[in-house]
C-alpha cells in the first residue's frame, strides 16, 4: 500500500497561482503513475492531471491543459501540480493518487489516495 500526504492548498484570488505537493511512502516501487483528482461540493470527483513515475511523461484533463502543470521529484517521492490562472470553477478538494497502471483517467484505476487538500478560488 502506498502512502500520500498532499499540502498546499489554501485560499486564493482568481487569476492567482498555488502548487500542490503529494508526499508518496510505503510501497511506491509497485507505482506506475501518479495523479491528482478533485472533487466539487455535490459534483463527482473528476480526473485533473497524472504523470507516470519513470519517465516523467505527463497528461491532463482538457479543463486544465495549459493553465495546470504537474511534475515529480523522484529524490523526494514527491509529485506537484502547479496550477496557474485559478478559477472559482477550479474550487475543489485535491486528491493525490496512485496507481499500478500505465495510462490511468479513471478513478477506479487508482488503488491509493491521499486525504485531499482544499483549494478555494474566489471571484
Known amino acids: 500500500q502506498v502512502q500520500l500526504v498532499e499540502s498546499g492548498g489554501g485560499l486564493v484570488a482568481a487569476g492567482g497561482s498555488l502548487r500542490l505537493s503529494c508526499a508518496t511512502s510505503?510501497?511506491?516501487?509497485?507505482?506506475?503513475?501518479l495523479g491528482w483528482f478533485r472533487q466539487a461540493p455535490g459534483k463527482e470527483r473528476e480526473f485533473v492531471a497524472a504523470i507516470r513515475w519513470i519517465d516523467g511523461s505527463p497528461y491532463y484533463a482538457d479543463s486544465v491543459k495549459g493553465r495546470f502543470t504537474i511534475s515529480r521529484d523522484n529524490a523526494k517521492n514527491t509529485v506537484y501540480l502547479q496550477s496557474n490562472s485559478l478559477n472559482p470553477e477550479d474550487t475543489a478538494l485535491y486528491y493525490c493518487?496512485?496507481?499500478?497502471?500505465?495510462?490511468?483517467?479513471?478513478?477506479?484505476?487508482?488503488?491509493?489516495w491521499g486525504q485531499g487538500t482544499q483549494v478555494t478560488v474566489s471571484s
Open positions: 510505503g510501497r511506491t516501487f509497485s507505482t506506475h503513475t
Open positions: 493518487a496512485a496507481s499500478r497502471s500505465i495510462r490511468p483517467i479513471k478513478r477506479d484505476e487508482f488503488e491509493s
